[in-house]
């Protein structure tokens, strides 16, 4: 089945042509700054190895760039369909699904109208998403088109676990609670993980990028998970605070002279690892440190040691861990960080192998010691592919 994964954003768009049949990538492209003059897209034949980068083209609105989109999939030189008419269904990346999808869902007017009812929950993302979804229906009439959930993983949780401790009747006119992001790309490493050793039941999976989140997961289903009612809670991430004193807010709004838009901007785009010491990348940052930075130094220690503080609780939590998991760009990437936190592991038992933590190899990798009570493994999330699996139950 050939599957066209899109994940529509407010000006830009990644999308995939996935063949489910040998879960292999055949194209994958992002179309950027839509609706700017200076828009740009890039595009990958995986199979034949051809790249276009940066090349420009101005894109008016989303619809004009999937337009493009389908044209290059199509086309001669670079394309890898010869009619769009292959592609069997559609997959969208869709951020927040509230309390209604518990799965991914099929998108019928009833579930259309149901994204866009929680879309207050997630104003930069949601909207954007029904963009891609609508343009989609518009161009692709015959096609079927899937919606799969950031959030839906985390339906899962407990109450006592999504509750926050404000008046419960604000959590029931307004829906405010955890809810928990990054569920496609943990569903994936808890589906591969399986494959790799089903005996494993009590994990936690560390899905750290320039977004970071860590999720507690007893048997196959989210047990805990840092990111709270936005993706802005919970650790300290390339610009986003993670967890602060609320009262903060107030101080700052007052010293700085913050509007409500200012305040947030600051907390997601200004603040962690970047508010610490320049840099949200985590390669320079460790480049830094090399050369004697205190300042990255520090904004490492506080990244890795709000991860073990974590998993300590998660520890505790989940009456005991299996195992660990380490994905995304930081987590399969850094053998730095990973080592920086399984150092501050050693309390449940956690013995890294640095020799395997430092191989370099595109394969799923164990990194602890044979004695070690908890497993440690490297492995390389794929959200896309998730969604085309998501595609391929759903449809077929």
Do not use: W
């Not at 959590?171 to 399986?194: A, M, N, P």
């Amino acid at each position: 089945m050939k599957v066209f994964v899109l994940n529509s954003g407010s000006s830009s768009i990644k999308f995939q042509i996935i063949e489910t049949n040998t879960q292999k990538t055949l194209m994958k492209g992002l179309c950027e700054r839509i609706g700017h003059e200076n828009s740009i897209y890039t595009v990958t034949n995986v199979e034949k190895d051809l790249k276009d980068k940066n090349v420009p083209v101005y894109f008016h609105d989303h619809e004009e760039a999937i337009k493009k989109v389908l044209s290059l999939i199509t086309d001669e030189r670079i394309g890898v369909l010869k009619d769009y008419s292959e592609i069997d269904a559609i997959g969208h990346r869709v951020v927040h699904g509230g309390e209604y999808f518990k799965d991914s869902a099929v998108i019928t007017d009833e579930v259309l109208k149901d994204i866009e009812s929680v879309s207050h929950l997630a104003p930069l993302h949601n909207p954007a998403n029904i963009k891609g979804i609508n343009v989609c229906k518009r161009l692709m009439p015959d096609k079927a088109n899937v919606a799969v959930f950031d959030t839906s993983f985390h339906q899962t949780l407990e109450e006592e676990k999504y509750i926050y401790a404000l008046k419960y009747e604000d959590y029931e006119k307004y829906q405010i609670r955890k809810y928990g992001f990054h569920g496609t790309s943990v569903r994936y490493i808890v589906k591969k993980l399986d494959k790799i050793d089903s005996s494993l039941k009590n994990i936690i999976v560390c899905h750290l990028g320039n977004g970071a989140s860590i999720t507690a997961v007893k048997d196959g289903k989210s047990f805990d998970t840092t990111m709270g009612f936005t993706p802005l809670a919970g650790l300290p991430m390339g610009t986003r605070s993670g967890d602060i004193d609320p009262s903060i807010l107030e101080y700052l709004s007052n010293v700085k002279e913050f509007n409500e838009k200012e305040m947030l901007n600051y907390l997601n785009k200004e603040c962690g690892m970047k508010g610490l010491c320049g840099s949200s990348d985590n390669r320079d940052i460790l480049s830094l440190i090399d050369k004697g930075n205190k300042n990255a130094k520090l904004a490492l220690n506080v990244f890795c040691n709000k991860i073990a503080s974590y998993i300590g609780s998660y520890y505790v939590e989940l009456g005991g861990l299996d195992a660990i998991i380490f994905t995304g760009g930081i987590g399969e990437n850094s053998p730095e960080t990973r080592e920086y936190v399984c150092d501050r592991l050693k309390a449940i038992g956690v013995k890294l192998d640095k020799g395997h933590n430092f191989m370099r190899t595109n394969d799923d990798v164990l990194l602890t010691d044979r004695d070690s009570k908890v497993k440690v493994y490297r492995i390389r999330t794929n959200e896309e592919l998730m969604i085309a699996l998501d595609v391929e139950r759903l449809v077929l």
